[in-house]
């Protein structure tokens, strides 16, 4: 059951064929099995976990009308408060640090009665692609039976890892430059990022203020159906949130695609799955228009966006990096010294890069709805083997253009690891994103 989706998990607790408190231990105990090997919760709470099931249950006993997540797993990247567990973002300079109250987004999925397991993995403080933590360890991908030590992703690799090892059902992650998106790719699971400001962002730790995103990552596209009306409303209280007017997508969307993906930077299999992605909608008869995407430079945009990412982390981080400059690794120690000596210029320059994103999407608007792209330009890879640069290229156009973005798995057989497709649709599409039939297309 655990490996169900958590439409199919919501669906047997409404017919009583289980209940919260078996669902929630069959949970703990695969986590008590797998997490030593997996790392991917960095916190667990048992009892709380446990009491929350049962009061779950009380509620179903009693008659009380519930919604469909009342009862079902949710775990939390540990830079979201959780009330009473840690917030550590990753970073040593942040140990034993607990959060007094549930972040917005938290609170809300709480009040929907979801049964809230622990804290994950991740990035230290949320900058990259690999979840090789030097802090608390790296977290591996539970999909590489065959091959021992393979990435999730990340930053939110622990998200990803404990929804595709069935170790929750509902996983939140944070997007900066698709930091949800790109452990969904590399894990099998489906991943979303919204419309910048339609998920509040209050009570999370800040990686990119400006490109910031909290999204939800799961086992099918239909669960998604389920979690977004909970965690899409508005919060008044949080500056960057935004009252986004909803626009509709055709029922069938006419589908944007690169005709130039050689000249990308793709690797041969990833460019093979986007392929027969298309040749399949094109086969149930979509429409399909293809435009070249090599005059937008994918990588300098990126790079724009980790200049602004740095200088943000520098501000949210400014009282330890005073204090305790010799907990931040190696490697964030060098980033943050080098935007520290920058002028604000270069700043400044990063930004106009980054705004051009919109200029971009605004081209592909013109030749349809919805712009289908492979979500990483590789699949996982193992520890040890070099990071490519290029993993958020095709992921950061959307948090730069601040438009939602899902990704969801493509077919692959047994024991290779799974390509993923994004699509990217107009701001405010969210919902209509997720009503999209994927059937023929998509392993999810």
Partial sequence: MIHQDLSAQAQALAERAISSAALTQAVLDEIAQ???????????????ARAAAAASDARRASGAALGPLDGLTLAVKDNIDVAGMPTTAGMATRRGRVAAADAFVVQRLRAAGMVIVGKLNMDEAALGTTNDNPH?????????????????????????????????????????????????????????????????TRGSVACGYALDHIGPLVRSVRDLGLVWPVMAVFDLACADARRVPATGLPARPRWVAASDMAMLGVSADVAAGYALALSALRERGDSITRIPLAGYDFGRARRAGL?????????EHAADWRAQPQNFSPELSRL??????????????????????????????????????????????????????????????????????LSVPLPCAPGVMPAALQAIGPHGSDAALLTIDWTGVSAA
């Fill in 307 to 315: 200049v602004i990412v740095e200088a943000d982390l520098l501000h």
């Fill in 136 to 200: 608390y360890g790296r977290c591996l991908n539970p999909l590489n039976a065959l091959h021992e030590g393979f990435t999730p992703g990340g930053s939110s690799g622990g998200s990803a890892a404990a929804v595709a090892a069935g170790l929750c059902a509902l996983a939140l992650g944070s997007d900066t430059m698709g930091s949800v998106r790109v452990p969904a790719a590399y894990c099998g699971v489906v991943g979303f990022k919204g419309s910048y400001g339609v998920v509040s």
């Fill in 34 to 48: 797998r997490n030593p090997r997996l790392n991917a919760y960095l916190h667990v709470d048992t009892e709380g």
């Fill in 336 to 405: 943050l010294k080098w935007v520290e000596a920058q002028p604000a210029t270069v700043c400044a320059a990063a930004q106009r890069t980054v705004a051009a994103a919109h200029i971009e999407v605004q081209r592909w608007w013109l030749q349809g709805d919805v712009m289908l792209l492979p979500t990483t330009p590789q699949s996982a890879f193992a520890f040890g083997d070099p990071v490519p640069s290029n993993a958020a290229d095709f992921t950061s156009i959307a948090n730069m253009a601040g438009v939602p973005a």
